[in-house]
């Protein structure tokens, strides 16, 4: 079963579908694997995404995997006080919500229809290597073993990623850059379908708890707190609970599937290329560490990988070529990532009060005006103290 190819992909997530997909329209020969047997399920996503970014992964919106679109955002501090943001400023997430299972099918047949083979039910086991540099994979499907050899194997494999630990890159990740979330679907629940929520402060310790309509009656409805601030992963779902509990549209609703999983709220990694290897999506940590969003950053970043790589593959894909990828990638979403990371650094610490006060103040200036200088004036008129807490940053 042994086999020969240029690209290996490692996982079928929308990274590696999307790497898949660009690697084969670059005329490499390209083999993804993934270790589930049904590629998007289980569903482990609050499945929102801002409508812009589509555009630029080269995707049309389409109803076969987007269920429903919304306005925008309620930005929901700890005293009640709301902040709505119309959808191009509302984030990576608000937009469109996902049929998560439906897009990461969608975005598999993407990569077949460009020519890549798919193999499900096949996991990466151990990189394979030859003089310092990683020339395929071991893989197993069904009990059985074989070698794929690769030009270049490209990481796709999520948060757990092993490619990138196997690759010898630096993927730990401290408890402070974590968050562990929990998520419902729930039905019959009741509130404004245009908007998705999110609420801010203690009800969810260093992270944010959301809601994500997916119909008029259907949310996801779920919770992300950072690991530094709770004694125990479990502890998301005392906190969810308590949420659901005191919002009465929510709590009437009732939960027809439950999902549990982290995200990575850190610096993306280092080094994202190793000779023969390139990491991209979750694996290399270019999840937004402010919003927990990683679909966008994971399909722009595989798109990048398969380029990259097809590109790569006639010169004998050395490892200069292949750190173009890591150029490319830098350009396009570095300066944004670090920048979301210190501000969450900022946030994990501030206090309720604090938060009230900055969303009272922001909430007064319209949302036609806002801009970082318009909130940041609108705070020093009124809670001049509260800019202390965002010193360094401005
Ligand atoms: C609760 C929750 C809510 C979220 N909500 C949102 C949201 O609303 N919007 C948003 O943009 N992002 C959200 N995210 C983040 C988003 O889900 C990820 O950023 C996104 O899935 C990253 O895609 P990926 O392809 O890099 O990784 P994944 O989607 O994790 O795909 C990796 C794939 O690799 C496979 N794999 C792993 N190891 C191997 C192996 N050894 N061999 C073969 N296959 C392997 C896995 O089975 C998996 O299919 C959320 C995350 C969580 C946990």
Known sequence: ??????????????????????????????LLIEKRSEIGTPVRCGEGVAKRWLEEIGLTPSREFICHEVDGARIIAPDGTTLVLDETRAGNECGYILERDLFDRFLAREAAKAGSEIMIKTSAV????????VVGARCEHMGETFDVHAKVVIGADGFESQVGRWAGLETPLRTRDIDACLQYTLVGVDGDPRLNDFYLGSCAPGGYA??????TDVANVGIGVNLSKIQERADAKKYLDRLIART????????????AGAVSVSLPLDRTVAPGVLLAGDAARLIDPLTGGGILNGCLSGRYAGEVAAGAIEGGATEEALRAYDA????????ELVRHYLIKERLIRIDDETINKVLRAVSEIGVNRLSTSAVLEAIRAKYPEVLKAFDGLL
């Open 1 to 30: 079963m042994d086999r020969q190819v240029d690209v290996l992909v490692v996982g079928a997530g929308p990274t590696g579908s999307t790497a898949a997909k660009y690697a084969a329209l670059g005329g490499a020969e390209v």
């Open 126 to 133: 151990a990189l394979l290597w030859e003089d310092g540099r």
């Open 210 to 215: 959301w809601v994500f309509w997916k119909d």
């Open 248 to 259: 009465p549209g929510l709590a009437r609703g009732e939960i027809v599937e439950e999902v």
């Open 328 to 335: 490319k990638w830098r350009a396009r979403m570095e300066e």
